[in-house]
């Protein structure tokens, strides 16, 4: 029998600033702004927390087809992740929660052929 994966745990912070509407956030000694969008009245001039939630499954899935393919011995080149994200307000399933009404991500494999790529994708999507 093989033992349970290690717990991993993580911890980020985020305060609010003096600009109205940005925010800094801090993960470990790393620290980054996030701005909330326009349309809410913020700066909207950095990434915006839908972005930064997009931007973390785009690239938990680049570095998951690696870890991957490094797993199963596969060649793999370089990986391209493009995510797209929809929320339409008037479209919401509650009325007290904003959820993206669409996501699709797509990814560009190189360094593999069509059969092993697709593989590839399919075991990150049973992950």
């Known amino acids: ?39 809410n009245g913020c700066p909207g001039e950095e990434l915006t927390p839908p972005e930064v939630f997009l931007s973390s499954i ?17 060649a793999l080149g370089s990986v391209q992740a493009t995510i797209y994200g929809k929320v339409d307000r008037s479209k919401q399933p509650k009325k007290d929660v ?18 092993s790529a697709d593989e590839l994708v399919d075991a990150f999507t049973r992950r």
């Open 98 to 115: 904003t959820v993206f009404n669409e996501v699709r991500l797509e990814f560009e494999l190189s360094g593999t052929d069509a059969a």
């Open 58 to 74: 785009a690239a938990c899935g680049v570095e998951l087809l690696h870890v991957i393919a490094k797993e199963q011995a596969r």
């Open 1 to 39: 029998m093989t033992a349970p994966p290690p717990i991993r745990e993580y911890e980020v912070r985020a305060r609010s600033t003096d600009i109205f509407g940005r925010v800094l956030c801090s993960a470990r000694d790393h620290h980054f702004i996030v701005d909330g969008p326009v349309q």
